[in-house]
């Protein structure tokens, strides 16, 4: 009886084994298909992708589009697997940053000047500078630039109007810390953070650091001068970070709060602030308790303050900034959808309905909605883009970033080790 | 003379021939039935594992292959890093939590509704349901009954006219908010092994004890519990085992926060190795975790459960 079982066990497990091993040497694939992955969960741009991939399927016959869909965390885990495996996807998003540059090094994706630069450099010269600037690593561009971004502080207007504050007023830190206490003193939660998260709260030290720091005294840190991060500005930020943290500014419960409850707080009108997306108009209203949150005109906004005396200026910007990244194996066709993304027509439509800050150029115009062109017109005004600090160095002193943030507000670690955590951290990554 | 000759090699040969006959069926359905076996195993857990002690000693980010041998100091940063040391203590505070509370409430309520009183049924099934959802589910149904905005806890507090408390983002009382979660999901699964062991006791040795004159908790102390020792032994097991592998109800419920508090060491071994692409680093994690599971696992298994 038991022999028997035995047996039949063997042979199911043998059965199982050959089925796996067919399946291995069952994947193949087709050169003109075009897989393309993405994070991307809002259905309708989802549907306009689906459009622009099938228009330009129509105009080239022979090539198809797939569309991938990985949810953020599981694609950022799946990743280098999947770089390296035969399944890897014809292009996909990128946050650009250490990411991109670590992939880039391992030879696993496909540089895109040569079609930049191809009849006359016409992709090129359509695509703004600092995008390209952005994603270009050891004078190569890693990734055609699909999007930029801005973060800045959404704020509500009727409770700025209860606690009496004109937000125009708002310019340096000093001002918005005292901005921060009024509020407190009129009864009203100041600012919605998400500390769960972390990464919300890295907005807040990324923001000073540039302020103390400045465009030179950040590329200086970088390569390691002054110290490095645990230099003075560095420092610096931390302790204004801190001095926000002593006036306990966010709701209640905000270190077990994620960025959607964030979201949810200020859109029910529980927080006056939020340090934010570029989208935060749209993803305030979707993630509040009744689903409309905030009407457009009770939602104002403002730069981030700069810090008197100190080099950054208000018109240094820290936001997103994303692309298509092409791998090695790609059908050639790729580069060509990638261009045509890219065009100002298609580019027009992505902003004028997806709400994306384009970077074609001339492409803002589409953005119609006041509040996301103002964010169109403070883009075209910088001086400088800051790629989130979490994605441009990289995801370990990323990681190490948000977590001192978080720390910091929550009055758990000193800034100087703060700033000596990261010091420590980035240390390892400069070649 | 030669007929005995012949009868007394007989019983030399016979078995001689069926030993043959026993290898010679044996070979072929090894040699056929072993290798997708032992390919399977081989591929799906011995060579990862030996890959993984293999990372661990190199600084890779996953991308290409790793270059960067850096010897032990993946394990020397291990072990000087806090939330690693917290992750050690929950893990600590777990076992703790599922020896000095969750089995002796198993076992209190698997006494109460083993004996055949009216509804024992409808108990059993009440105490095993949070067993049978799945880990990811009960940490996000939690995630909202501890919520101080919206939750049963928010509601309470709000009641009497208190503050909300938020527990899970208190970094003093989350891994204690936890604990309780953990307690309610897994009771049911120890009491369901202490009815099985609590069923196998021959009745007759408590009649024995009754007319002996054994009180109640005579008859608990000294019959009852020394029969279900094998039992208890597996449950701590279980629970010990069981906590080392915490992962999928505490990312719902903390993802290892506020400030590190609630890690253990798979989270650790997760929001450290794998979110960070630290592979050298998380490889090194895995190697520490997995020594410390199998030198548990059968230093327990030889010391308590020996005899069982």
């Known amino acids: 009886m038991s022999s028997t079982t035995n047996k039949k066990n063997l042979l199911a497990a043998s059965a199982l084994g050959l089925a796996s091993v067919l399946m291995m040497a069952g994947t193949a694939s087709a050169d003109n298909i075009i897989r393309w992955m993405h994070v991307e969960q809002v259905p309708s741009t989802i549907a306009l992708w689906n459009k622009i991939a099938k228009d330009f399927e129509a105009k080239h016959p022979g090539v198809k589009i797939e569309l991938q869909f990985l949810e953020n965390q599981a694609f950022k885990a799946k990743l280098p697997t999947l770089l390296q495996s035969q399944d890897a996807p014809g292009m996909f998003y990128t946050w650009g940053g250490g990411v991109l540059q670590a992939q880039s090094v391992t030879g696993a994706l496909r540089p895109l000047d040569a079609t930049m630069d191809a009849n006359e450099g016409e992709w090129r010269k359509s695509t703004n500078p600092s995008a390209i600037e952005g994603l270009t690593f050891d004078g190569k561009l890693w990734a055609a630039p699909s999007k930029s971004g801005l973060i800045s502080f959404y704020y509500n207007k009727d409770l700025f109007k209860k606690a009496n504050i004109d937000a125009n007023k708002i310019a340096t830190w000093d001002e918005f810390l005292s901005a921060v206490k009024t509020l407190k003193q009129a009864g009203i939660t100041p600012i919605a953070g998400g500390g769960r998260d972390k990464w919300p709260l890295h907005f807040y030290w990324s923001y000073l650091a540039m302020r103390e720091a400045g465009q030179k005294g950040f590329a200086d840190a970088k390569s390691g001068n002054n110290e490095g991060f645990a230099g003075e500005a560095f420092v610096k930020a931390g302790q204004h970070l801190a001095e926000l943290g002593k006036l306990e500014p966010f709701q209640n419960g905000y270190l077990g709060a994620t960025w959607n409850d964030a979201l949810a707080a200020f859109g029910d009108g529980r927080a006056a602030l939020i340090l934010s997306f570029e989208n935060t108009p749209a993803t305030q209203a979707t993630n509040s308790t009744t689903r409309k949150g905030l009407a457009d005109d009770n939602i104002g906004r403002f730069a981030f303050p700069v810090v008197k005396g100190a080099p950054g200026v208000v018109t240094d910007s820290l936001g997103g900034l994303n692309g298509w990244a092409v791998t090695k194996n790609a059908p050639p066709e790729t580069e060509e959808f990638l261009r045509y993304m890219g065009s100002l027509d298609v580019q027009k439509a992505l902003a004028k309905e997806t709400q994306i800050m384009p970077v074609t150029r001339g492409a803002s115009e589409a953005v119609a909605r006041p509040l996301l062109r103002e964010v169109a017109d403070a883009l075209a005004k910088e001086t400088w883009h800051q790629n989130f600090l979490d994605q441009d160095l990289g995801p370990n002193v990323g990681a190490i970033v948000n977590d001192v943030s978080v720390e910091i507000v929550s009055g758990g670690v000193e800034p100087a080790d703060a700033a000596q955590q990261i010091e420590d951290a980035y240390s390892l990554e400069r070649k | ?308």
């Open chain 2, 1 to 308: 003379m030669s007929t005995n000759a012949a009868s007394s090699a007989m019983p030399l040969a016979l078995p001689k021939r069926g030993r043959r006959s026993l290898a010679h069926s044996k070979w072929p359905v090894l040699i056929l039935f072993l290798p997708p076996a032992l390919l399977l195993f081989t591929v799906l857990v011995i060579l990862p594992m030996g890959e993984a002690a293999w990372y661990s000693f190199y600084n890779w980010n996953g991308y290409g292959s790793p270059t960067q041998w850096i010897g032990l100091r993946n394990y020397q940063l291990i072990f000087r890093n806090a939330a690693f040391t917290q992750a050690l203590i929950n893990n600590g505070l777990i076992v703790l939590a599922s020896i000095c509370i969750q089995i002796p409430l198993a076992l209190w309520l698997a006494t109460m509704i083993s004996s055949r009183i009216k509804g024992a049924l409808v108990f059993r099934l009440i105490f095993f349901l949070p067993y049978v959802l799945a880990d990811v589910a009960a940490g996000m149904i939690w995630r909202f009954v501890y919520d101080g905005d919206f939750g049963l806890v928010g509601g309470i507090a709000s009641f009497f006219a208190a503050d909300p408390p938020f527990w899970l983002a208190d970094r003093d009382v989350a891994m204690y908010a936890i604990l309780g979660v953990v307690v309610w999901k897994y009771f049911g699964f120890h009491m369901m092994l202490f009815i099985a062991g609590l069923q196998a006791i021959d009745k007759s040795v408590l009649e024995a004890a009754d007319i002996d004159g054994a009180t109640g908790f005579q008859k608990f102390r000294l019959v009852t519990l020394p029969l279900l020792g094998s039992t208890v032994r597996l449950s701590v097991f279980f629970g010990v085992v069981g906590s080392l592998q915490l992962f999928d109800m505490i990312m719902p419920l903390t993802g290892g926060g506020p400030s590190n508090s609630t890690q253990t060491m798979v989270t650790f071994l997760y929001n450290f190795g794998v979110t960070r692409m630290q592979i050298g680093f998380g490889s090194a994690v895995g190697v520490v975790l997995f020594v410390l599971c199998v030198t548990l696992a059968f230093s327990y298994k030889r010391i308590f459960m020996r005899h069982d």
